[in-house]
């Protein structure tokens, strides 16, 4: 017997994680062409499992979990199988695709920074949005790229540039939870007790030029990839506007988010678009 079927088994784990945590990523993954489909899902799930232990799991040893979580991943990249369903679903995109150790490497860094760090300065920040998001860009585009190298190295700045704008917004999208729940300021020399829309604006505008940059590239990706990023692109540029449109004080305190019914009208705006060749 082959371990085939546990490996159905445990990109099953990868697609449920990403539906019940993030419906907007999940319309985007189905919006991809098939065989891009699971490589993805096993990335979400990876990168969910880390970041729900430094975010949620309150009641335990964040430290001590994560450290079992990184030594497992390299084994099982390593090995070529894991027990954990998630990790065996991601060692296998790794593998498959030659994502280097690099990217989760930085990954893994910037969920250690989230066990103790809670003020960054910009050189700080820089680096832990490279790693908790950049990278995560960097990974899927190398799915996307299927092994041309050529493609890859031209598209790594806005697959950069997307996955710095996403974090950003998710930033700004949970200030009451990050701030006021755990302590922690994602913004260098911004303080939040006095946080206004002066400040709130000088975001939005680095936010911004994340945004053109990362467009950019989503025009030059294969077809069989553009439709899925183009769904989530399109999802994060409206749940940005809403936090434009949205005043300092209640983005400090209340989560701002897309209802399920703006999301459908964005896919099929998006739809028509991919068909058509507007991009």
Known sequence: ??????????????RITTRNYSTSF?????CLEKEFRDPIYAIYGFVRFAD?????????DKADLLARFKTET???????ISLNPILNSFQKTVNQYGIEKELYDQFLKSMEMDLDKTKYDQAGIEEYILGSAEVVGLMTLRVFCKGNAEMYERLRPSAMSLGSAFQKINFLRDLN?????????????VDLTHFDENTKQLIEDDIAKDFHDGYQGIKQLPRSARFGVYVAY?????LFEKIKNTPSSIV?????????RRKL???AYSYVKHQLNLL
């Not at 729900?52 to 335990?60: A, G, L, N, P, S």
């Not at 400090?252 to 399920?260: H, K």
């Open 252 to 260: 400090l305190t209340q989560r701002i988010r897309v209802r399920n």
């Open 26 to 30: 999940s319309l985007g993954i189905r």
């Open 265 to 267: 009208s964005i896919l």
């Open 234 to 238: 399109l999802y994060y540029l409206a």
């Open 74 to 80: 390299y084994r099982a990249i390593e090995e070529k």
């Open 52 to 60: 729900e232990i430094v975010d949620t799991f309150h009641d335990f």
């Open 177 to 189: 939870a990050d701030f006021n729940g755990m302590g922690r300021c994602y913004f260098p020399n």
């Open 1 to 14: 017997m082959s371990k085939e079927l546990f490996d159905k088994v445990s990109i099953k784990c990868s």
